[in-house]
């Protein structure tokens, strides 16, 4: 009896430290393209709950058609978390724009690589944007192509990817309203695998 008593008792402990213990991310990995925008600041690694994954996203957009004082193309992007309480997150949200349709990866599937679209800085032009648009690969091949503005140019598929796990989390790097001289709004972006 005092036996069975002091095994529920460790195993109990046991599962709280587990439950009250931060996700580590020292084991993880974070994925990133090379066309990426150097304005702004990083913002928080923001992931999803412990298990889940990203089988989906969505971004804030600024159409560059529709005449502003300021384009900043991209402007934000949300992944959307497999959890039973369908969890999303965000870094750095920019301050303008629509939040566009959700793309999904298939059933059981999450995304795994990206690459974006960017319009290079260019001193000539007196309004730049940077992020323009972004796709996805899903860990089983799916491509997710939401056409999101058309300035700039495609960089190549992040070199390395989370074809095995997912990815489960991101950062990004944002100039904020209000910066001197030109807003480019979102500038990069990194991705977590689980």
């Known amino acids: 009896m005092v036996v069975h ?3 529920a008792f460790f195993v109990s402990f046991l599962m709280l430290s587990l439950v009250l213990q931060p996700r580590s991310t020292e084991a993880l990995k974070i994925i990133s393209v090379t066309n990426g925008g ?3 600041s990083w ?3 923001e992931i999803c709950p412990d298990g889940s994954r990203a089988i989906g996203y969505q971004t804030q957009n600024d159409p560059l058609d529709v005449i502003l004082y300021d384009k900043t193309a991209m402007n934000s992007i949300r992944l959307f978390c497999n959890d039973t309480a369908g969890t999303s997150i965000t870094s750095i949200l920019g301050d303008t724009g629509t939040w566009e349709l959700r793309q999904n990866c298939p059933p059981g599937e999450a995304l795994s690589s990206f690459r974006l679209r960017v319009e290079t800085y260019d001193p000539e032009l007196s309004d730049n944007t940077s992020v323009n648009s972004i796709q996805f690969y899903c860990t089983d091949g799916t491509l ?3 056409n999101g503005n058309s300035a700039g140019i495609w960089g190549d598929f992040s070199a390395e990817n989370c074809d095995l796990t ?3 989390g991101l950062e990004t790097r944002v100039m904020p309203m209000g910066t001197l001289g030109d807003n480019t709004a979102l500038n990069n972006v990194g991705f977590l695998c689980c």
Request: proline share 0%.
């Open 43 to 45: 913002g928080l690694l």
């Open 5 to 7: 008593r002091l095994v």
């Open 144 to 146: 997710l192509n939401f």
């Open 166 to 168: 997912g990815i489960c």
């Open 38 to 40: 150097t304005e702004g």
